[in-house]
C-alpha cells in the first residue's frame, strides 16, 4: 500500500512539472515566425488539402467547410 502511495506521488509530481503558464508578456515572443515549425511538405500538404475541400484556390487564411469530397 505504501509502495502503491509512493508510486502515485511520483507520477502526480512528474505529471505536474509539464505544467507551465505562459505570461501575457511572453505570448508576443512565441507568437513570432521563427518559433512555428513550418516545413515546406507539411505546407505544401495542408494548402491541397484546403483547396480540395474548398474547391477554389487562394486565401488560405480563410475559414470554411466543404465536404472534402473529390
Same mark, same amino acid.
Given at each position: 500500500?505504501?509502495? =502503491?502511495?509512493?508510486?502515485? =506521488? ?7 512539472? %509539464? ?8 505570448? %508576443? ?25 474548398? /474547391?477554389?484556390? %487562394? /486565401? /488560405?487564411?480563410a475559414a470554411g467547410g466543404g465536404c472534402g469530397c473529390n
Amino acid at each position: 500500500m505504501k509502495a =502503491l502511495l509512493v508510486l502515485l =506521488l511520483c507520477c502526480t509530481s512528474l505529471i505536474n512539472s %509539464g505544467c507551465s503558464s505562459v505570461k501575457p508578456w511572453q505570448r %508576443g515572443y512565441l507568437s513570432k515566425d521563427v518559433m512555428t515549425a513550418k516545413d515546406a511538405l507539411g505546407v505544401s500538404l495542408d494548402n491541397h488539402i484546403y483547396f480540395s475541400k474548398e /474547391g477554389s484556390s %487562394g /486565401g /488560405g487564411q480563410a475559414a470554411g467547410g466543404g465536404c472534402g469530397c473529390n
